[in-house]
T-cell receptor, first 115, second 119 residues
Framework: QKEVEQNSGPLSVPEGAIASLNCTYSDRGSQSFFWYRQYSGKSPELIMF????GDKEDGRFTAQLNKASQYVSLLIRDSQPSDSATYLC???????????????FGSGTRLQVQP | AAGVIQSPRHLIKEKRETATLKCYPI?????VYWYQQGPGQDPQFLISFYEKMQSDKGSIPDRFSAQQFSDYHSELNMSSLELGDSALYFC??????????????????FGAGSRLTVL
């Protein structure tokens, strides 16, 4: 089982709608969760991270974390065509060992926002 | 604000040749990570350095090596190149103090990437 699982999509939503992206993780010890956006041929850029159960809002983006169910989601409100990209969920190793803090990425969900 | 700088941005090599990629992290970031992303794939972690020492090793082939220098820049050396090495190579950097304040939320900032094509 992969550490981080995402549906590859594509997820297609009309402009102005809410896009919902989901991610599940395997290690119950994971403490923080990251959402990155990646346009084709470009580098991943951080959208937001979350480490507490519940919701975290930043502009049009809301991250939701449910540690009991081991899933984290990203909601994009008022979706715009410019939001069309691949969204990567990422998890660091569960230990606080400073010697190993690389992120493990899911395979990403491709979002298409239709004008 | 200064970002992670990678060079070269594009590189074309023949099979069995050698390539070197360079990464300059964000100032005062002391950890550097290298990722490889093949077409349609997610970024795969290769190797990382913390305070100039290798801190973690991922799926880096034995033909590849890397190091971090005294000025914190890092180089990824790839030898005996194969067609399958064609990919985007990303470098990322992070700051440990930021992560410690945020319950281990270690934010990686990525460079623009180096695209390697092996013919």
């Amino acid at each position: 089982q992969k550490e981080v699982e995402q549906n590859s999509g594509p997820l297609s939503v009309p402009e102005g709608a809410i896009a919902s992206l989901n991610c599940t993780y395997s290690d119950r010890g994971s403490q923080s969760f990251f959402w990155y956006r990646q346009y084709s041929g470009k580098s991943p850029e951080l959208i937001m991270f979350i480490y507490s159960n519940g919701d975290k809002e930043d502009g049009r983006f809301t991250a939701q974390l449910n540690k009991a169910s081991q899933y984290v989601s990203l909601l994009i409100r008022d979706s715009q065509p410019s939001d069309s990209a691949t969204y990567l969920c990422a998890v660091p190793p569960p230990t606080m060992d400073t010697g190993r803090r690389a992120l493990t990425f899911g395979s990403g969900t491709r979002l298409q926002v239709q004008p | 604000a200064a970002g992670v700088i990678q060079s070269p941005r594009h590189l074309i090599k023949e099979k069995r040749e050698t390539a070197t990629l360079k990464c300059y992290p964000i100032p005062r970031h002391d950890t550097v990570y290298w990722y490889q992303q093949g077409p349609g794939q997610d970024p795969q972690f290769l190797i990382s350095f913390y305070e100039k020492m290798q801190s973690d090793k991922g799926s880096i082939p034995d033909r590849f090596s890397a190091q971090q220098f005294s000025d914190y820049h890092s180089e990824l050396n790839m030898s005996s190149l194969e067609l399958g090495d064609s990919a985007l190579y990303f470098c990322a950097s992070s700051s440990p103090s930021w992560g410690a304040r945020s319950s281990g939320a270690n934010v990686l900032t990525f460079g623009a990437g180096s695209r390697l094509t092996v013919l």
